[in-house]
């Protein structure tokens, strides 16, 4: 079982439409992050949680800790945010950040 | 633009060939970590380097290896290249082992054939 699962794996929206995307995960961590990852592959980082709610624009993340779970919702959709989202965690004793397999989101104007 | 670079952008080579990939991080960030990004899947941890010594590794084989020099850049090496090897490879910057923030480079696309 991989520690870190993400929900769906491929989303479907209009634009306009609340998105949201689930990470859960199996691990102790210090932090998660909320990354963005364009086709041409360079990755951004959207949020960096350890608890509660984080809002930027229209993004919005939140993280239970108890239930080690996070999810990430984008309010009024664009095309523009068409993308592969990832959750991952510092959790590795290393610093290291671990990583979901990525949600590839795409919002249809 | 997060400030760290990778060259080359893109990259083929043959199999049992070897390759240096390279990473600049921002300046005065002294932590680097190396990924490989398989088609559909997230990004795997190979290695980090701090203050330009190995400091963590993930479950790579010993044909990956790494360097990391005083100008804040560094170097990815895989030796004997196999076709499963053909990955997108990032590598990301902080500014020190216990900093949270990390920094993207835009990843070089290796194709190994």
């Known amino acids: 079982k991989n520690e870190v699962e993400q929900s769906p794996q491929n989303l479907t929206a209009q634009e306009g439409e609340f998105i949201t995307i689930n990470c859960s995960y199996s691990?102790?961590?210090?932090?998660l992050h909320w990354l963005q990852q364009h086709p041409g592959g360079g990755i951004v980082s959207l949020f960096m949680?350890?608890?509660g709610k984080k809002k930027h624009g229209r993004l919005i993340a939140t993280i239970n800790i108890q239930e080690k779970h996070s999810s990430l919702h984008i309010t009024a959709s664009h095309p523009r945010d068409s993308a592969v989202y990832i959750c991952?965690?510092?959790?590795?004793?290393?610093?290291?950040?671990?990583f979901g397999k990525g949600t590839k989101l795409s919002v249809k104007p | 633009e997060t400030g760290v670079t990778q060259s080359p952008t893109h990259l083929i080579k043959t199999r049992g060939q070897q390759v240096t990939l390279r990473c600049s991080s921002q300046s005065g960030h002294n932590t680097v970590s190396w990924y490989q990004q398989a088609l559909g899947q997230g990004p795997q941890f190979i290695f980090q380097?701090?203050?330009?010594?190995?400091?963590g590794r993930g479950n790579f084989p010993p044909r990956f290896s790494g360097l990391q020099f005083p100008n804040y850049s560094s170097e990815l090496n895989v030796n004997a290249l196999e076709l499963d090897d053909s990955a997108l490879y990032l590598c990301?910057?902080?500014?020190?082992?216990?900093?949270?923030?990390?920094?993207f480079g835009p990843g070089t696309r290796l194709t190994v054939t």
């Open positions: 949680l350890s608890s």
């Open positions: 691990v102790g961590i210090s932090a």
């Open positions: 380097y701090y203050r330009e010594e190995e400091n």
């Open positions: 990301a910057s902080r500014y020190d082992l216990g900093s949270y923030e990390q920094y």
């Open positions: 991952a965690l510092r959790g590795g004793s290393q610093g290291n950040l671990i």
